[in-house]
């Protein structure tokens, strides 16, 4: 069974630095990869996804994440943080050969100081 | 173009009780899945319905049950609430199943607390 693994459960940093969020998940033949985030009180967004092509992803709000089948990774990158990215994110994977359900990861919450 | 709609937004109930959750898919999507999601924890896999039959279930006891409407919309049905299934609860659609999905678009939730 697919399982993802946030390896950060907070990650605090400045307003205007970089920031990295871990992702990885357990190997299969094909995957579909997913970050969302979720802002107090409010559902899940999707944030970006990986379905094929290039390994390189990216939002419409300076977030992306680059796919690493060997390192079975899926990282997500900010070069510069909002007040407004404090949410929580969480990763997720699809096995696209069966039904489509798909798998969270534990969440990483991140917190960003003035 | 209205999203996911879920309802009620909050809602107490007393264990040993009866608790059903609504939800109606985004437009043009047929395919309906509901996460329960613990506080401080990510989004766990309940089951998903297509063309009105259970197609995947998680790792949750018979006391959760599901019904999906000729309209896609789906209902979520739990029996003798136990105190740990105080949770929010996620309704996610989708178009089509499998190689076709690419994506779920979530609905804001029920705030489900068990007293």
Request: proline residues 4%.
């Given at each position: 069974?697919?399982?993802?693994?946030?390896?950060?459960?907070?990650?605090?940093?400045?307003?205007?630095?970089?920031?990295?969020?871990?992702?990885?998940?357990?190997?299969?033949?094909?995957?579909?990869?997913?970050?969302?985030?979720?802002?107090?009180?409010?559902?899940?967004?999707?944030?970006?996804?990986?379905?094929?092509?290039?390994?390189?992803?990216?939002?419409?709000?300076?977030?992306?994440?680059?796919?690493?089948?060997?390192?079975?990774?899926?990282?997500?990158?900010?070069?510069?943080?909002?007040?407004?990215?404090?949410?929580?994110?969480?990763?997720?994977?699809?096995?696209?050969?069966?039904?489509?359900?798909?798998?969270?990861?534990?969440?990483?919450?991140?917190?960003?100081?003035? | 173009?209205?999203?996911?709609?879920?309802?009620?937004?909050?809602?107490?109930?007393?264990?040993?009780?009866?608790?059903?959750?609504?939800?109606?898919?985004?437009?043009?999507?047929?395919?309906?899945?509901?996460?329960?999601?613990a506080l401080?924890?990510?989004?766990?896999?309940?089951?998903?319905?297509?063309?009105?039959?259970?197609?995947?279930?998680?790792?949750?006891?018979?006391?959760?049950?599901?019904?999906?409407?000729?309209?896609?919309?789906?209902?979520?049905?739990?029996?003798?609430?136990l105190l740990g299934d105080s949770a929010?609860?996620?309704?996610?659609?989708?178009?089509?199943?499998?190689?076709?999905?690419?994506?779920?678009?979530?609905?804001?939730?029920?705030?489900l607390t068990v007293v």
């Amino acid at each position: 069974a697919q399982s993802v693994t946030q390896l950060d459960s907070q990650v605090p940093v400045f307003e205007e630095a970089p920031v990295e969020l871990r992702c990885n998940y357990s190997s299969s033949v094909s995957v579909y990869l997913f970050w969302y985030v979720q802002y107090p009180n409010q559902g899940l967004q999707l944030l970006l996804k990986y379905l094929s092509g290039s390994t390189l992803v990216e939002s419409i709000n300076g977030f992306e994440a680059e796919f690493n089948k060997s390192q079975t990774s899926f990282h997500l990158r900010k070069p510069s943080v909002h007040i407004s990215d404090t949410a929580e994110y969480f990763c997720a994977v699809s096995d696209g050969s069966s039904a489509s359900k798909i798998i969270f990861g534990s969440g990483t919450r991140l917190s960003i100081r003035p | 173009d209205a999203g996911v709609t879920q309802s009620p937004t909050h809602l107490i109930k007393t264990r040993g009780q009866q608790v059903t959750l609504r939800c109606s898919p985004k437009s043009g999507h047929d395919t309906v899945s509901w996460y329960q999601q613990a506080l401080g924890q990510g989004p766990q896999f309940i089951f998903q319905y297509y063309e009105e039959e259970e197609r995947q279930r998680g790792n949750f006891p018979d006391r959760f049950s599901g019904h999906q409407f000729p309209n896609y919309s789906s209902e979520l049905n739990v029996n003798a609430l136990l105190l740990g299934d105080s949770a929010l609860y996620l309704c996610a659609s989708s178009f089509g199943t499998g190689f076709f999905m690419a994506g779920y678009t979530f609905g804001s939730g029920t705030r489900l607390t068990v007293v």
